[in-house]
């Protein structure tokens, strides 16, 4: 089984907290091209209300996942992660 889960970070100005929620996991089924994790993060941002809110995303490097950010329009701020597997 194959899933995907978003999460949320943001700052809450009134308490000066960092605050982090997941906002869903769910099977993800079929490949994993940009285009189907974009129509994911479409409906989900729909689904929250949240479209307009998002700033950036933040994921590994891959090469899919920066097209997700540019098919997005958010950007993606990417990380090389070494020595974690």
Not at 39 to 51: A, K, P, T, V
Request: aromatic content about 10%.
């Amino acid at each position: 089984m194959r899933l995907m889960t978003v999460t949320a970070h943001f700052i809450d100005v009134k308490n000066n907290k960092i605050k982090n929620f997941v906002l869903e996991t769910k099977e993800f089924s079929g490949n994993h091209t940009a285009e189907h994790i974009v129509e994911r993060l479409e409906d989900l941002c729909n689904e929250w209300s949240i479209s307009d809110k998002i700033k950036c995303l933040i994921s590994d490097n891959c090469s899919t996942m920066r097209k997700v950010g540019i098919d997005f329009g958010k950007g993606i701020i990417s990380f090389i992660f070494s020595g974690l597997y």
